[in-house]
């Protein structure tokens, strides 16, 4: 049973001549049945002639070219038309005969190069067949001709408009790729910058204030733990952000556990920054967008405090509404601007971009008297 569900996959592996050249036999084969006598394509209207020897070698030069008519589709354009010229001039009218508007199409769909000049030599071969036909009697006239010209002509055309189709499918899927991997770039440097700059802004704060504690050991060596600690936290967290370039791993966004707020507080606590932090509502169990950009925003302001408010009283606020998550971070003035690193602007047009593709609100303002308040609303439906 397994190796029958295989063969679909090992013919999908084969050469396209492979793939072929059963239809062609299939063409060769029905020529020889007589219930398919006179069902071919037809011009000039000669009397019909039976069958000799040399309808064998008429019927392989129009069917058996058609295994490379993906191949090669100019070549087998080129002997399915002297065999269908052949079987024309020789009154065989053999059903191999349909073998050319199949020729036609293959080539309208697959010819890579010299498209223009495969037309003109058809269009020119076909005037010396057309005289030939005439002078042995045929009864076509100029109309018929032309009428079965524009037949061959509406057959080019189908496989031209195929061919035009696949490309315009085939560009349409190279910018949806396009635009698929831009965006995960976007989405993977948009996490990279709200983990790292929270990180390494406490840890460049932490290690500042250090240097002036050096007279109190005690203290001193509670600020080089809380600066081991950040940047074991920021080694994690970038393993995590790791993880989703390797193939393996799910494309979904790493959840800050349950209670990692309180952590993110105590951390920016730990770096100098008084916060006070409520927070109603338990937290969700849920691993939707809405959490992971309530936990963004809170990391992100916390981070701007640190930079451009330090020492200032910042306060926090997290509610867990039925529908929504509102979030409230805000610093009553300027303080201190650390020597932590500079900012980019990245940080607050992210947080604004995630939180409208989830529906929501964002603002980040500053106050009259100084300092600054971000305020985020997070429709909670997006958590599903």
Known sequence: MIGIRRIPDLWRRCDVVVQDLPFALLFAALSFVPAFDGHGTEVGEL????FDAATIGVIALECLPLAVRRRWPAVCLALVAAGFAVDQLRGYHTFAGNALPVALFSAGAHLERHRRAVMIACSVAYVPLSVALHRL???EGVSGFTTFYLTLVVAWGGGSWLRLSRAAEAERRRHVAEATRAAERTRIARELHDVVTHHVTAMVVQAEAARYLAAVPERLDQSLTAVTDTGRRAITDLRHLLDLLNPDHGTEPVLPPV???HALVTQTRLAGQPVEF???GGPRETTGGAEIAAY???QEALTNALKYAHGSRTVVHVHRHATEITVEVGTDGSGT???SPGGSGRGLAGLRERIHVLGGEFSATR???GGFLVRAR???ESTT
């Open 47 to 50: 009397p019909d002639r039976p």
């Open 137 to 139: 009697g045929s009864a």
């Open 259 to 261: 209670g990692e707020l």
């Open 278 to 280: 409520t927070e109603e």
């Open 296 to 298: 963004r925003v809170v």
């Open 337 to 339: 601007r650390t020597a």
């Open 367 to 369: 106050r009259p008297g």
């Open 378 to 380: 997070i429709p909670a």
